[in-house]
C-alpha cells in the first residue's frame, strides 16, 4: 500500500526535480507539476491493480483542480472568469466519476449541464445592467473577501 510517508516523499522528490527543471529553461510551476506527476503515477499504479487508496488520488487530483482554478483567474480575460465554477464543479466531477466509476448518476449530468447553461445565459446577457451586476459579484468573489 502506498502511505502517506511515501506520498510525501514522492512528492517533495518531485517538487525538487521540477525546481531543478526550471534552472534549465522548463517553464512550469513545480508544485502543480509534482502533485500532478504524483496523481497520475498513483492513478496508472491503481488501473494496473496495485493497492492504492483512490482517496489519495482524489486529494491531489482535488488540488490540482484548484490548481486550475487559479491559473484561469489569472490568465483569462475578466469577462470569461465567470466560467469558472462551472469548469470548477465539471472537473470535480470528473475527478469522482473517473474514481469511483459511477456512470448512472444522469441527475448529475443534468446538473452540470443546466449549470454551464445558466453561466452561458449569463454570460450572453451581461449586457443587461441588472445581470452585469450579478456576473460582476460571480467575478469578484474570490477576489473581494
Do not use: H
Not at 68 to 86: I, N, S
Not at 93 to 108: F, P
Amino acid at each position: 500500500m502506498v502511505g502517506l510517508t511515501t506520498l510525501l516523499w514522492t512528492l517533495s522528490a518531485l517538487f525538487v526535480v521540477f525546481m531543478a527543471a526550471r534552472g534549465f529553461g522548463l517553464k512550469v510551476c513545480a508544485m502543480c507539476a509534482a502533485v500532478f506527476t504524483t496523481w497520475l503515477g498513483l492513478l496508472v499504479l491503481l488501473v494496473l491493480g496495485k493497492d492504492v487508496d483512490p482517496l489519495m488520488i482524489g486529494v491531489l487530483m482535488g488540488g490540482s483542480v484548484v490548481g486550475v482554478m487559479y491559473l484561469l483567474r489569472e490568465k483569462l480575460p475578466e469577462d470569461y472568469q465567470l466560467f469558472t465554477y462551472p469548469f470548477m464543479v465539471t472537473l470535480f466531477s470528473l475527478v469522482y466519476l473517473l474514481l469511483a466509476d459511477v456512470r448512472t448518476e444522469r441527475g448529475a449530468y443534468f446538473l452540470l449541464a443546466a449549470t454551464w447553461a445558466l453561466f452561458v445565459t449569463l454570460f450572453v446577457l451581461r449586457g443587461n445592467k441588472q445581470l452585469k451586476g450579478l456576473a460582476t459579484s460571480i467575478i469578484k468573489c474570490c477576489k473581494d473577501w
